[in-house]
């Protein structure tokens, strides 16, 4: 059995790493960046043979990144998965950004992209005992994406899907933190292992944090989670006396857009200004002659803590198509405005919704990569409505559609509890979106104004 050696292993938290990740296997690096980019810990690793100089090697014109490519990956992958969940146990146990590191803590996160939604649970041990040992409790990646059928990807670049597992495996028994990996939906092999590692690193950060999305932060300064040291971790980090609270409203964000058809005239001003509960009858001003769309866009923003003026005169006469259409159109196209290039900002997060008896959790990033994809009860609702209170349920679906895809967000919607209507489904959805796009929209102040990608922008 070929014997590899780890140097230079390192995580840092909110620092960076002086040194390289350098596994051997091109995509693993690629993944282990994320760590760097998304839960803010400078990780290092360089992978090499006792009886081989890797300099010396790639001097000689070898393939470098993918020098190991061929050799015993399950080991390799054990080894660093091992490596940096010691490494990473040091700063769960020690606290980190977070005071609180006694008790068992917990976080979730939902990581979307355009063709992959996983979902990472993180739970710690009921003790701050560097002996405590976590475990992979569920793994459902495989298969990796959908091509070939039944079966999808075998190898990723040159790294083996089948050993992603034996990854996540030695990191959480070394770690000390139990992990949890659920496939929720995903066609391409590529994004599904992107989604799961990305999901680790952000719900890494909540928990090193004291922070989790589990809990329905129903406005700025209100939290309705039982958990009180979440809550006050929260607060502290987003509420309205954080450092992020008061970056976020120095930016001065707004857009705004006036626009005239045949078919529509249109009005929508955005201020991303932290609205202040009490504030809203004054400053969530809604009339589009729809009465569905005035209540949906209104608790959008009230859920967003954002100012909106939205006025529309359109063709109701004819239908709620072009009125609804054009609304989203411009809304969506003004918060891409008021959201600039986005750097310095959370950038992801997932929340949940609930209506009557409808709950829809909204997964968001704004990526600059337009997508949605939901499973809402829409074209086979309960009662088989055509019409969601007045606007019509193909128009609701085609609202969502717009709305994203202007607004330059990747976006996945999960119905967690069918509605009695479809009406509260919308505005469950409604209350989810506008809590998700909050907290993306919030700037982390550690991230100091740089964007929160491993490719270093989201413009390209």
Same mark, same amino acid.
């Not at 051997?24 to 100089?53: C, E, P, R």
């Not at 939906?185 to 292992?193: C, F, M, P, S, Y």
């Not at 929508?268 to 009490?278: D, M, P, R, T």
């Given at each position: 059995?070929?014997?590899?050696?780890?140097?230079?292993?390192?995580?840092?938290?909110?620092?960076?790493?002086?040194?390289?990740?350098?596994?051997?296997?091109?995509?693993?690096?690629?993944?282990?960046?994320?760590?760097?980019?998304?839960?803010?810990?400078?990780?290092?690793?360089?992978?090499?043979?006792?009886?081989?100089?890797?300099?010396?090697?790639?001097?000689?014109?070898?393939?470098?990144?993918?020098?190991?490519?061929?050799?015993?990956?399950?080991?390799?992958?054990?080894?660093?998965?091992?490596?940096?969940?010691?490494?990473?146990?040091?700063?769960?146990?020690?606290?980190?950004?977070?005071?609180?590191?006694?008790?068992?803590?917990?976080?979730?996160?939902?990581?979307?992209?355009?063709?992959?939604?996983?979902?990472?649970?993180?739970?710690?041990?009921?003790?701050?005992?560097?002996?405590?040992?976590?475990?992979?409790?569920?793994?459902?990646?495989?298969?990796?994406?959908?091509?070939?059928?039944?079966?999808?990807?075998?190898?990723?670049?040159?790294?083996?899907?089948?050993?992603?597992?034996?990854?996540?495996?030695?990191?959480?028994?070394?770690?000390?933190?139990?992990?949890?990996?659920?496939?929720?939906?995903?066609?391409?092999?590529?994004?599904?292992?992107?989604?799961?590692?990305?999901?680790?690193?952000?719900?890494?950060?909540?928990?090193?944090?004291?922070?989790?999305?589990?809990?329905?932060?129903?406005?700025?300064?209100?939290?309705?989670?039982?958990?009180?040291?979440?809550?006050?971790?929260?607060?502290?980090?987003?509420?309205?006396?954080?450092?992020?609270?008061?970056?976020?409203?120095?930016?001065?964000?707004?857009?705004?857009?006036?626009?005239?058809?045949?078919?529509?005239?249109?009005?929508?001003?955005?201020?991303?200004?932290?609205?202040?509960?009490?504030?809203?009858?004054?400053?969530?001003?809604?009339?589009?002659?729809?009465?569905?769309?005035?209540?949906?866009?209104?608790?959008?923003?009230?859920?967003?803590?954002?100012?909106?003026?939205?006025?529309?005169?359109?063709?109701?006469?004819?239908?709620?198509?072009?009125?609804?259409?054009?609304?989203?159109?411009?809304?969506?196209? *003004? =918060?891409? #405005? !008021? +959201?600039? %290039?986005?750097?310095?900002?959370? $950038?992801?997060?997932?929340?949940?919704? /609930?209506?009557?008896?409808?709950?829809?959790?909204?997964?968001?990033?704004?990526?600059?990569?337009?997508?949605?994809?939901?499973?809402?009860?829409?074209?086979?609702?309960?009662?088989?409505?055509?019409?969601?209170?007045?606007?019509?349920?193909?128009?609701?679906?085609?609202?969502?559609?717009?709305?994203?895809?202007?607004?330059?967000?990747?976006?996945?919607?999960?119905?967690?509890?069918?509605?009695?209507? *479809? =009406?509260? #489904? !919308? +505005?469950? %959805?409604?209350?989810?979106?506008? $809590?998700?796009?909050?907290?993306?929209? /919030?700037?982390?102040?550690?991230?100091?104004?740089?964007?929160?990608?491993?490719?270093?922008?989201?413009?390209?």
């Amino acid at each position: 059995m070929t014997s590899f050696t780890l140097t230079h292993t390192t995580c840092l938290d909110l620092s960076k790493s002086p040194h390289p990740i350098s596994t051997g296997i091109g995509f693993l690096d690629h993944m282990v960046d994320q760590l760097n980019s998304h839960a803010q810990i400078g990780v290092s690793v360089t992978v090499g043979k006792d009886d081989v100089d890797d300099a010396s090697a790639a001097a000689t014109g070898g393939d470098e990144v993918n020098r190991y490519a061929e050799e015993d990956q399950g080991v390799i992958m054990a080894q660093v998965g091992a490596a940096i969940g010691a490494e990473l146990k040091k700063i769960v146990y020690s606290g980190g950004s977070s005071s609180n590191t006694t008790g068992v803590r917990s976080s979730r996160f939902c990581c979307p992209l355009d063709e992959a939604l996983v979902e990472c649970i993180l739970t710690t041990a009921n003790s701050s005992s560097q002996q405590q040992q976590g475990k992979l409790t569920t793994f459902t990646l495989p298969p990796y994406g959908k091509y070939p059928s039944n079966k999808g990807r075998s190898k990723i670049g040159t790294m083996k899907t089948q050993y992603v597992e034996t990854f996540f495996a030695s990191l959480a028994s070394t770690s000390g933190v139990n992990i949890s990996l659920h496939k929720i939906r995903g066609d391409n092999g590529h994004h599904v292992v992107e989604s799961a590692f990305k999901a680790f690193s952000r719900a890494l950060r909540n928990l090193i944090d004291g922070t989790d999305t589990t809990s329905n932060y129903c406005s700025v300064g209100s939290c309705s989670c039982n958990n009180n040291a979440a809550a006050a971790a929260f607060e502290e980090m987003w509420g309205v006396k954080s450092e992020s609270y008061t970056s976020s409203l120095e930016l001065c964000r707004e857009g705004k857009l006036e626009r005239s058809t045949k078919e529509t005239l249109i009005l929508v001003h955005v201020w991303l200004n932290g609205l202040a509960k009490g504030q809203e009858e004054e400053c969530v001003v809604v009339d589009t002659g729809i009465k569905t769309m005035d209540e949906f866009v209104s608790i959008l923003a009230k859920e967003a803590c954002m100012s909106v003026e939205v006025k529309c005169k359109g063709d109701l006469y004819v239908d709620d198509h072009h009125t609804s259409e054009d609304v989203s159109i411009a809304l969506g196209q *003004v =918060l891409n #405005t !008021a +959201l600039g %290039t986005k750097a310095g900002l959370n $950038r992801m997060w997932c929340a949940v919704g /609930a209506y009557g008896d409808a709950e829809v959790e909204v997964t968001m990033d704004l990526s600059n990569r337009p997508c949605i994809t939901h499973n809402l009860s829409l074209s086979c609702n309960p009662n088989d409505e055509e019409y969601a209170g007045d606007l019509s349920v193909e128009m609701l679906d085609h609202v969502l559609e717009s709305l994203v895809m202007n607004n330059k967000a990747t976006v996945h919607i999960v119905e967690k509890k069918v509605g009695k209507s *479809v =009406l509260e #489904t !919308a +505005l469950a %959805t409604a209350m989810a979106y506008g $809590r998700a796009l909050r907290m993306c929209a /919030a700037v982390d102040p550690r991230r100091a104004g740089k964007t929160a990608s491993s490719k270093g922008t989201l413009s390209v």
